[in-house]
């Protein structure tokens, strides 16, 4: 299954963006009940996990960082997932990354994710 992140760009420091991720054609239903990540990777550092979701939106959780700025959600209708960015930072800059998890819940665990999209660059200027 290949994931497709969009949404990312470069943007002030205090600024907002969303970001998408879509399984496009044949693999849309693939990852209607599966939970949902997204991850971010800046340059020299670990990939991380940024929010998760459960299958049906119920449950997300989110790395420290980013809680209260940033929202996880999901439209199953259209088996897109959404990272609402606010009051982005410099130190949000980064390749966005969404991922679909092997089970249906909302993990921390990047072990936890099998199928990846090609990133999304989002650059934060101060």
């Known amino acids: 299954v290949q994931l497709q992140a969009s949404g990312g760009g470069l943007v002030q420091a205090g600024g907002s963006l969303r970001l998408s991720c879509a399984a496009p054609?044949?693999?849309?239903?693939?990852?209607?009940?599966?939970?949902m990540g997204w991850f971010r990777q800046a340059p020299g550092k670990e990939r991380e996990i940024v929010a998760a979701?459960?299958?049906?939106?119920?449950?997300?959780t989110y790395t420290d960082s980013v809680k209260g700025r940033f929202t996880i959600s999901r439209d199953r209708s259209k088996n897109t997932v959404y990272l609402q960015m606010d009051s982005l930072r410099p130190e949000d800059t980064a390749v966005y990354y969404c991922?679909?998890?092997?089970?249906?819940?909302?993990?921390?665990?990047?072990?936890?994710?099998?199928?990846w999209g090609q990133g999304t660059l989002v650059t934060v200027s101060s």
């Open positions: 054609g044949r693999y849309s239903r693939t990852i209607s009940n599966n939970g």
């Open positions: 979701i459960n299958w049906n939106g119920g449950s997300t």
């Open positions: 991922a679909a998890a092997r089970g249906s819940t909302a993990s921390s665990d990047t072990a936890s994710y099998a199928y």
